[in-house]
């Protein structure tokens, strides 16, 4: 433990404390924070009582498109011949697709329904810049019968050759895509629609680019560019350049029909919203947004956040710390809780480095970097450059990352305090979650005691949804 952090901790009073209960993965960490502690909540999302019965009915009375089995009946030729290939999600996002409950086997019944054979159905992961998914992965993700009976491939932006030139866009981007989803009769594409740190909201169009592209594309939409424009940002759509972009490639390529879904924070499913590829998109953004946004007076000197589900990785945690911004003051303190499970809990080789690049240079030097004319761009090089808008904000020492399944010694390249530093090593913890309790305490405690308070009494808050909840102050 450092030395710093320690006498913090021995010189603090918690005997009136009260415990709040902080997500890690299916498990919760039992965390005392102070009695004025305020609890950010969104507001609750009822789940629907019977998910079949909404799914079936939101397949079956689509927003702003004909049925599914029109638009096959449409493509002018027998059923039987038509292609489909339906977009869906990897690890990383927490769709739900399998079992009886799950959207995918009630959509494939419905495309079969209509006469077409199941070998010409085809099920793309939509990987992005994502690793490809692992067997195990798609078991869990889509259920042990539709790997065993549907033809299921991953998405490769490196691979060109399993790309087609589909677009040119207006901001000149030459877009390439999956070649399988390019040449199917009836594109579908299917995901989840909650906030999104770049492109507003996730779902939709999003399902296409970055999705089905090559790396080209995905350069423009990860890059400085975009990424540093005031309205790339959590539920703006008018004005964002990633939104934009995103949508004109999936209109260019041509989608049939979207499958979304909300859930609420316990991945229970909210809403199914089937259909046109903008009209059915943009309803379950405004169903959902209503419930995302928190309103806060002001910001907090302390936030204590968690990256959910999402946050299998470092590389996928920042989407709680660009989430948890508007409710941290300049030069605050953020305590992230990260239950990074990944089989890589920090993320891909390219990630790691540029992650390393950027606690060498510093926010500012690495996205000056980024700028410069010699750079060629790196896979992953987005995900550093969002971790240097907290970073930016709060500064390295304002930033505690509690993540035990990372090594001690890979902590060496993340910004921020690691959450060794805040534990008594010798210590044994009989779990990696009694590991994770113990550095978020802790973070707690020296948060509440950090110097840069000159012992003051701080503020501070905890976002219970962790990522899917936005803070925002009301003007």
Same mark, same amino acid.
């Given at each position: 433990?450092?030395?710093? /952090?320690?006498?913090c901790? $021995?010189s603090?009073?918690t005997?009136? !404390?009260?415990r709040?209960e %902080? ?7 039992e965390?005392?924070?102070? @009695? ?9 999302m009822? @789940?629907l009582a ?5 799914i079936s ?10 049925k599914l089995?029109?638009?096959?009946q449409?493509k ?5 011949e038509?292609t489909?290939?339906v977009s869906?999600?990897?690890?990383t ?9 799950g959207?995918?086997?009630p959509l ?7 006469g077409?054979?199941r070998?010409? /159905?085809?099920?793309l %992961? ?5 690793r490809p998914?692992?067997n195990?992965?798609k078991v869990?993700m ?6 065993e009976?549907? *033809?299921?491939?991953?998405h ?19 877009v ?11 594109? /579908?594409v299917?995901? &989840?629609?909650?906030?999104?740190f770049?492109a507003g909201i996730s779902g939709?169009?999003?399902g %296409? ?7 080209t ?5 990860h ?5 540093e ?5 959590? &539920?703006?759509?008018?004005g ?5 972009e995103?949508?004109?490639v999936?209109?260019t ?10 859930l609420?924070?316990?991945l229970?499913?909210?809403?199914v919203?089937a259909?046109?590829?903008i009209?059915?998109?943009l309803?379950?953004?405004? $169903? ?5 946004q928190? @309103? /806060?007076?002001e ?14 990785d470092?590389?996928?945690s %920042?989407?709680?710390?660009?989430g948890?911004? @508007?409710a941290?003051?300049e ?10 499970v990944?089989a890589?809990p ?7 480095t540029? &992650?390393?690049?950027l ?5 500012d +030097?690495?996205?000056s970097?980024? *700028?410069?004319?010699? !750079? &060629?761009?790196?896979?992953?090089q !987005?995900?550093p450059e969002? !971790? *240097? ?5 709060v500064g390295e ?8 399944h ?7 390249i ?14 044994h913890?009989s779990s990696? +979650? ?10 707690v405690?020296?948060a ?6 000159q012992g ?6 905890f ?9 925002m102050?009301?003007m």
């Amino acid at each position: 433990m450092r030395e710093d /952090i320690a006498n913090c901790i $021995a010189s603090a009073d918690t005997r009136v !404390w009260k415990r709040i209960e %902080v997500e890690f993965g299916d498990e919760f960490l039992e965390i005392s924070v102070p @009695p004025d502690c305020e609890i950010l909540h969104m507001k609750a999302m009822p @789940p629907l009582a019977n998910s079949r019965d909404e799914i079936s009915k939101a397949l079956n009375n689509p927003i702003g498109s004909q049925k599914l089995g029109e638009i096959i009946q449409s493509k002018g030729k027998p059923a039987n011949e038509v292609t489909v290939c339906v977009s869906v999600s990897d690890i990383t996002r927490p769709v739900p697709y399998k079992g009886d409950s799950g959207i995918l086997l009630p959509l494939l019944e419905m495309v079969e329904g209509a006469g077409v054979r199941r070998e010409n /159905i085809v099920l793309l %992961v939509a990987t992005g810049m994502h690793r490809p998914s692992t067997n195990d992965e798609k078991v869990f993700m889509f259920g042990k019968e539709v790997v065993e009976h549907y *033809r299921i491939v991953d998405h490769n932006c490196e691979d060109l050759s399993s790309q087609v030139l589909a677009a040119h866009t207006s901001k000149g981007t030459e877009v390439y895509v999956n070649k399988i989803f390019f040449d199917s009769d009836i594109k /579908i594409v299917t995901g &989840l629609v909650e906030s999104h740190f770049m492109a507003g909201i996730s779902g939709g169009r999003k399902g %296409v680019c970055p999705a089905l592209v090559n790396t080209t594309t995905i350069q423009k939409f990860h890059g400085v560019e975009f990424l540093e424009h005031p309205n790339a940002t959590n &539920l703006v759509l008018e004005g964002n350049p990633c939104h934009e972009e995103a949508l004109e490639v999936a209109q260019t390529v041509g989608v049939d029909f979207i499958v979304n879904t909300t859930l609420d924070h316990r991945l229970s499913i909210t809403g199914v919203f089937a259909g046109d590829l903008i009209k059915a998109h943009l309803a379950a953004f405004e $169903a959902m947004k209503e419930y995302v946004q928190v @309103p /806060i007076s002001e910001p907090f000197d302390i936030i204590l956040t968690h990256a959910g589900y999402v946050g299998r990785d470092h590389y996928q945690s %920042v989407k709680c710390a660009v989430g948890a911004m @508007p409710a941290v003051k300049e030069k605050g303190v953020m305590v992230i809780a990260a239950n990074n499970v990944d089989a890589a809990p920090i993320g891909s080789l390219e990630y790691r480095t540029l &992650l390393h690049l950027l606690k060498i240079l510093g926010p500012d +030097r690495y996205v000056s970097v980024l *700028r410069h004319p010699d !750079w &060629l761009f790196t896979k992953d090089q !987005w995900g550093p450059e969002m !971790w *240097r808008k907290p970073i930016r904000k709060v500064g390295e020492e304002g930033l505690i990352y509690c993540a035990p399944h990372i090594p001690k010694e890979d902590y060496a390249i993340i910004p921020g305090i690691s959450g060794y530093a805040c534990i008594d090593e010798e210590v044994h913890y009989s779990s990696t +979650r009694e590991k994770a309790q113990a550095m978020c305490q802790n973070a707690v405690l020296y948060a509440m005691n950090h110097p840069r308070f000159q012992g003051r009494k701080p503020t501070m808050a905890f976002i219970a949804e962790g990522p899917y909840a936005i803070p925002m102050v009301e003007m």
